[in-house]
């Protein structure tokens, strides 16, 4: 928590991004970007924040969750991020319980608790979710993967996020800060 490139992002008025870990840890990144804005007299703009997330949607839940644990966005946590995050000792990051043990922190576990991945209604309903936990937030950015053995089921899901998700949370809206001298 209190993340330094965020305060600096906030103080030179930079574009804050936060990585994919777990909606209760990020919620923390937005007091660092305030923090830093401060100290130049900026106001920040969660408008600006852009969170990065694993999305996958598909036609329904079962088969997101298929498509994602089960091929390459899982590969690449399996294969990858959870060993370097294990190697820092960072996989707290990704848990929503401090108590769970590093063993419980699977690309399923991901699924479920901080990747956006279902049917278009699930994936509405998580963007939401996140979008509350962390206090609003400006841009979604989508974790790209290469699905070069199945290119139509990124397709596919990329067409669903855009037609069928996106109308739907446009909604969302955050609010802007008040100035820092107040």
Same mark, same amino acid.
């Given at each position: 928590k209190g993340s330094d490139t965020l305060k600096l992002a906030g103080e030179k008025g930079y574009l804050p991004m936060s990585l994919n870990l777990n909606p209760a840890y990020v919620s923390s990144h937005w007091e660092s970007v305030e923090i830093g804005a401060a100290k130049s007299g900026r106001t920040p703009d969660r408008g600006q924040w852009r969170m990065v997330r694993e999305v996958f949607v598909a036609d329904t839940d079962e088969e997101a969750m298929k498509l994602s644990v089960g091929s390459h966005m899982g590969r690449m946590m399996r294969e990858y991020f959870l060993p370097l995050l294990a190697q820092f000792g960072f996989l707290e990051y990704l848990k929503v319980d401090p108590n769970a043990a590093d063993s419980d922190v699977t690309p399923e576990y991901c699924a479920k608790h901080n990747w956006i991945v279902g049917s278009p209604r699930t994936v509405v309903e998580k963007i939401e979710k996140i979008y509350d936990e962390v206090g609003g937030f400006g841009q979604l950015l989508v974790f790209g993967f290469d699905y070069l *053995?199945?290119?139509?089921?990124?397709?596919?899901?990329? *067409?669903?996020l855009s037609k069928e998700v996106l109308p739907k949370v446009q909604h969302l809206k955050p609010k802007m800060a008040k100035l820092a001298a107040e």
């Amino acid at each position: 928590k209190g993340s330094d490139t965020l305060k600096l992002a906030g103080e030179k008025g930079y574009l804050p991004m936060s990585l994919n870990l777990n909606p209760a840890y990020v919620s923390s990144h937005w007091e660092s970007v305030e923090i830093g804005a401060a100290k130049s007299g900026r106001t920040p703009d969660r408008g600006q924040w852009r969170m990065v997330r694993e999305v996958f949607v598909a036609d329904t839940d079962e088969e997101a969750m298929k498509l994602s644990v089960g091929s390459h966005m899982g590969r690449m946590m399996r294969e990858y991020f959870l060993p370097l995050l294990a190697q820092f000792g960072f996989l707290e990051y990704l848990k929503v319980d401090p108590n769970a043990a590093d063993s419980d922190v699977t690309p399923e576990y991901c699924a479920k608790h901080n990747w956006i991945v279902g049917s278009p209604r699930t994936v509405v309903e998580k963007i939401e979710k996140i979008y509350d936990e962390v206090g609003g937030f400006g841009q979604l950015l989508v974790f790209g993967f290469d699905y070069l *053995e199945n290119p139509k089921a990124w397709r596919h899901s990329l *067409e669903l996020l855009s037609k069928e998700v996106l109308p739907k949370v446009q909604h969302l809206k955050p609010k802007m800060a008040k100035l820092a001298a107040e």
